[in-house]
Nanobody, 120 residues
């Protein structure tokens, strides 16, 4: 299984982007999907997670009310809807499959990442 991440780009502060993470060659049906941005010079950090089956979600405090994770079961795809973006959200965004956790160490399959740049 591969995770294919898309949807990044350049947006002005206050704008929106939607990232997609699609499973190729497999299914997410019994897994949890997390999103982890990595800003320049920093470690990857947790922003949100969703259980693919039930759709339970958890978010970092820094993005609550701005970011929403959803999934399309038929398309085997997870989405990260990002609204009211801030320059501090600039990062390469990775999706990963693994366990229900805020720690990246619990995720064992990673997508390639997509660049999100928010200009002020």
């Amino acid at each position: 299984v591969q995770l294919i991440v898309s949807g990044g780009g350049l947006v002005q502060a206050g704008g929106s982007l939607r990232l997609s993470c699609a499973a190729s060659g497999g299914t997410f049906s019994r897994t949890t999907m997390g999103w982890f941005p990595q800003a320049p010079g920093k470690e990857r950090e947790f922003v949100g997670v969703i259980t693919f089956g039930a759709g339970w979600t958890d978010y970092a405090d820094s993005v609550k009310g701005r970011f929403t994770i959803s999934r399309d079961i038929a398309k085997n795809t997870v989405f990260l809807e990002m609204n009211n973006l801030k320059p501090a959200d600039t990062a390469v965004y990775y999706c990963a499959a693994g366990g229900w956790s805020r720690s990246e160490s619990h995720y064992n399959l990673w997508g390639q990442g997509t660049q999100v740049t928010v200009s002020s």
